[in-house]
């Protein structure tokens, strides 16, 4: 079965700008958990979707937000891009929650410029 | 403080080697631990999961143990290949309804020929 695609793969933003990541789950998986990789911090939870609600939040600002839709695909948006928001931003997706069975996807490396 | 800790921070092995990776947790109430392996640029892996009752589980060359009373766990590498090179990193999930999931910041493996 597919696995959990992230699109795009890489992107290239300026300071400023905003971005929209993409996030499609395995077929029937439900929860849906976003990510930020660095080299300094190691990964770090941003957020958990789980059928359209988002039902977990990380430390982030109020810039990182995200969705989810009714076929479970889910986005993320940066608003006013940092220089420190370059990074790789992973999802993985889940039947029911990140506790049980998750998958990750490749990721969307972010470079901010 | 982060409730993960790994170590060696980084290792340098040699091809034909065996290493043993570690990961000490605090998080509690415990559901499961998991292996995962990162190849550079890529989404994480997983290797093995284990929960409570496990103590020990392989994956190929790779044997995962876990002793919950300490609450630590070991990832051992047989026969290492050029192809282990990569990041593992420890996850440790705690029981719902906590549904974050608290990362290792990972051990970097390189192997020499």
């Known amino acids: 079965k597919a696995g959990v695609t992230q699109t795009p793969r890489y992107l290239i933003k300026t300071r400023g700008q905003q971005v929209t990541l993409s996030c499609s789950p395995i077929s029937g998986h439900r929860s849906v958990s976003w990510y930020q990789q660095t080299p300094g911090q190691g990964l770090q939870f941003l957020f958990e979707y789980f059928s359209e609600t988002q039902r977990n939040k990380g430390n982030f600002p109020g810039r990182f937000s995200g969705r989810q839709f009714s076929n479970s695909r889910s986005e993320m948006n940066v608003s006013t891009l940092e220089l420190g928001d370059s990074a790789l931003y992973l999802c993985a997706s889940s039947l029911t929650g990140p506790n049980y069975g998750y998958t990750f996807g490749s990721g969307t490396r972010l470079t901010v410029v | ?113």
């Open chain 2, 1 to 113: 403080k982060n409730q993960v800790e790994q170590s060696p921070q980084s290792l340098i092995i040699l091809e034909g080697k065996n290493c043993t990776l570690q990961c000490n947790y605090t998080v509690s109430p415990f559901s499961n631990l998991r292996w995962y392996k990162q190849d550079t640029g890529r989404g994480p892996v997983s290797l093995t999961i284990m929960t409570f009752s496990e103590n020990t589980k392989s994956n190929g060359r790779y044997t995962a143990t876990l002793d919950a009373d300490t609450k630590q766990s070991s990832l051992h590498i047989t026969a290492s290949q050029l192809s282990d090179s990569a990041s593992y990193i420890c996850v440790v999930s705690a029981l719902p309804p906590d549904y974050k999931l608290s990362f290792g910041a990972g051990t970097t493996v390189t192997v020499r020929a």
